[in-house]
């Protein structure tokens, strides 16, 4: 990422659009926005070089309350039209805003393609476990049997975990955060700005009109630190208000489990390295929380270098530029003119 | 063997022809592309004017030997300037019993049909149901038949060389090649340098085919079953640097220049698909020149990419057949909303469905001009020939950048793999199309207006991310005029929706020309993209019958040129014939309100000059 060496002296009033933000009061989209916003002056980035691209949904409105470029596209097409822009456009920071319904159902393509290539796009899923836009029916990361308008007696459909397809498609980054959580969020944020390539954040965003306390569990002050399992790099993974659970990954199987940490030596209790190539390691953590968010890690679960697509395509672009002579004009001429030529006089 | 290829001929008759058609043909593994690309360049060498239509299966190798696996190439040369690959085939080259069952029903009595008799087994004539071997029932006693022993004299010819037999055999094309380039007198340089670089890290193979085009050359000057040599004189071309070219190519190269001449990077996003495959590939070896292809995920992914690399300030082209086009529709939609330019190019082939993928049709039309969702107009044009879709993509740009719009190119199957040969264009006297991309705010107080209009063209400002002060959104909702801002004004958006029709009907275009030499017509044919040559050599028969007959033809479907009414009125009759049920006919009759007769015909095939002319005549006979 470009980054200018004289400070902008930005704010996170320089970053706010003057269109009127119209989500639902109380929507965990303007906590998102409030985050995003105040962490932008961090990148130390000239407004003009940032493009937010979203798709459709209620988290995709977030492009018109930036103040920078933005574009709000159509249904699941982000990741595949920010991809051409970042391909063609090295120069720019591009951001995806996108949710469960717009990244996983119909532009699930896209998603896992733009992870694959690892398209330097900082890709934030907005995920509140239902469709909101469209006034409440069942979205892929809904549990199992959710009632919903379109689903009276309960979804029949599993759910997907949208860091396990991530890591799937081998994403080089991918983290998960909270809305309400400010500090999480942006320190997430700002890992993901660091890396380069592909960076897939999931932001857990409560829907109140629709889904209301989907995560409540991980917020309530009274739960949270029994099923709130923070990632840092370079620590033992436990949690627990006294630490008293902890990960490990038993002998014989293939993923990771709880335990009582006391019940462990503490040389067994697994230290957490987003580092690791192998995405097993990081898709095993993702296995740990399911639909109902028992044990659910937070923060960085897996970042590591892999060349992006963006520079690949530049770098074929230079070696092609390097061994041209001539003018654009004389190459096309040359060009027009090969093969089996004759001339009539 | 003989080592050298002996020019001279005395002891052949030599007789002169205008024109001829002759058709390679053989199963999908005879190299029957390659016979008739090498049969094209020698006789492009020699300056003959020349039309080729290739033929080929969809399936990559379907059964050797069987009726599905028959690949084919035709090529037409004259010595003067023609229109079309030929109706009908003066010589048939049959590499088995299939290719000449899939074909001989296309010859003209009379016609030469030179057959592999090696491949004429019990086996292979019974796999594609001939009780009886053609060469031997009198059936074929209407043709001129040459048998010859193709694979066995080309295994011969090669003995003393280091090859296996498999090599050998697979050379027997080489042979076909060397001795229809003796009858037609092709100067065969070309084919030898090609075989070089061809089969440069395999000597032995450049030897191995270097002698089966000599032997073959040869045979036909020592045996007696070939007692006459042809000659077809060159053409009068206009002066100038030529190479033979077909759509598909010139259609990429099209794109490169435009992207030279409009100082832009070029951005494709495609998705492989049967036509226009060879666009990607062609335009992916030409980075030097700026340009980027993105192999997409998909057709939407394709042209999703290209329509973020167009806010980028790229010329950006997705490129696609029909299904694609069907893909794109929605994405299209966005690049209407949002005005940023974007070409789109649709080769055409048989539909619906997956259709016939190798097979020519100019069924999309509707689809280009009404197959989105919404008032969502744009350009669309169509080349008339495989060297025209070099001009037509660089229309394609110019009216994308400068208008800020969409634009579909409508080629098809038939133009984009026939070829033909293609007078070099000056790279300084093609047309300027650079653009200014808006650097500064064009609103009052500083604000930036994303859609406050150029009065002349009614394009928004292109305001690229990376220009300070011109941070804006834009989106696929409704935007309030001049600022771009939501809206769901309904006055708003009435103004909105015909502004957008406004600004496409509103795109100059050159006016529509008509041909019709003696100015006495009373019938005009009127037709699009690429039945331009067939209706061409159509008017041309009429004309030597002493019938007058006009012909105009529609490079820009959209908006139409502003003098076709007047041009349609001035007939009693116009018919427009077309490879679809009619669209365009549908089009003309609805705007201009002209009974036109439309003449249809979807068989994959390109329409033949003899029925569009037999079709004419009797129009212009008796109305
Ligand atoms: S419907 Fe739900 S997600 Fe959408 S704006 Fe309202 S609260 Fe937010």
Known sequence: ?345 | MAEQVSDAAPAKQVQQLERVVIRFAGDSGDGMQLTGDRFTSETAQLGNDISTLPNFPAEIRAPAGTLPGVSSFQVHFADYDILTPGDSPNVLVAMNPAALKANVADLPPGADIIVNTDEFTKRNLIKVGYAVSPLEDGSLARFRVHPVALTSMTVGALADLDVSKKDAERAKNMFALGLVSWMYSRPHESTLRFLERKFAKRPELVAANIAAFKAGWNFGETTETFTVRYEVKPAKMAAGTYRNITGNAALALGLVAAGVRAQLPVFLGAYPITPASDILHELSKHKRLGVTTMQAEDEIAAVAAAVGAAYGGALAVTTTSGPGVALKGESISLAIALELPLVIVDVQRAGPSTGMPTKTEQADLNMALYGRHGEAPLAVIAPKSPSDCFHAAIEAARIALTYRTPVILLSDNYVANGSEPWLLPEVGDLPDLRVEFATEPNGEDGRFLPYLRDPETMARPWAVPGTPGLEHRIGGLEKADRTGDISYDPANHDFMVRTRAARIDGIPVPDVEVDDPDGDASVLVLGWGSTYGPIGAACRRLRQRNLPIAQAHLRHIAPLPANLGEVLRRYDRVVIPEMNLGQLAHVIRAKYLVDALPYNQVRGLPFTATELANMLEDVVKNG
Not at chain 1, 104 to 132: E, M, P, Q
Not at chain 1, 142 to 159: V, W
Not at chain 1, 302 to 309: G, L
């Open chain 1, 1 to 345: 990422m470009a980054e200018a060496t004289i400070p902008l002296k930005l704010t996170a009033k320089d970053f706010k659009s003057d269109q009127e933000v119209r989500w639902c009061p109380g929507c965990g989209d303007y906590a998102i926005l409030a985050a995003v916003q105040q962490f932008m002056p961090e990148l130390n980035i000239p407004r003009e070089n940032i493009v937010f691209v979203s798709g459709i949904g209620c988290s995709s409105r977030f492009p018109y309350y930036m103040n920078t470029y933005g574009m709000h596209s159509i249904h699941g097409r982000a990741p595949a039209i920010a991809t051409g822009l970042s391909v063609s456009r090295p120069d720019l920071s591009v951001w995806v805003v996108t949710g469960d319904g717009d990244a996983l159902s119909i532009g699930g393509n896209h998603l896992i393609h733009a992870l694959r290539r690892n398209v330097n796009l900082k890709i934030l899923l907005f995920n509140n476990r239902i469709y909101g836009l469209t006034k409440g029916q069942y979205s892929p990361t809904s549990e199992l049997g959710k009632i919903t308008k379109s689903t009276p007696t309960g979804s029949a459909d599993s759910p997907f975990n949208p860091l396990s397809l991530a890591l799937g498609a081998e994403a080089t980054f991918v983290a998960r955060t909270i809305d309400s959580d400010r500090k999480h969020l942006q320190s997430v944020l700002r890992a993901a700005a660091e890396h380069d390539g592909s960076a897939f954040i999931e932001i857990y965003q409560n829907c109140n009109i629709f889904n209301d306390g989907a995560f409540e569990l991980l917020k309530d002050p009274g739960t949270k630190d029994d099923h709130l399992i923070r990632l840092e790099h370079g620590q033992p993974i436990t949690f627990g208000a006294q630490g008293q659970f902890c990960v490990v990954h038993p002998a014989g199987g293939f993923g990771l489990s709880v335990r009582e940490t006391a019940s462990v030596a503490p040389e067994d209790v697994l230290v957490h390295d987003a580092t690791v190539d192998d995405p097993a390691y990081a898709f095993a953590l993702s296995r740990l929380s399911g639909s109902d968010l028992g044990t659910t890690p937070i923060g960085v679960f897996r970042s590591v270098r892999r060349e992006s697509y963006d520079t690949l395509v530049q770098e074929q672009l230079a070696t092609a530029k390097a061994g041209a002579t001539g003018t654009p004009e004389e190459m096309l001429s040359g060009l027009l003119a090969s093969g089996d030529t004759w001339t009539i006089l």
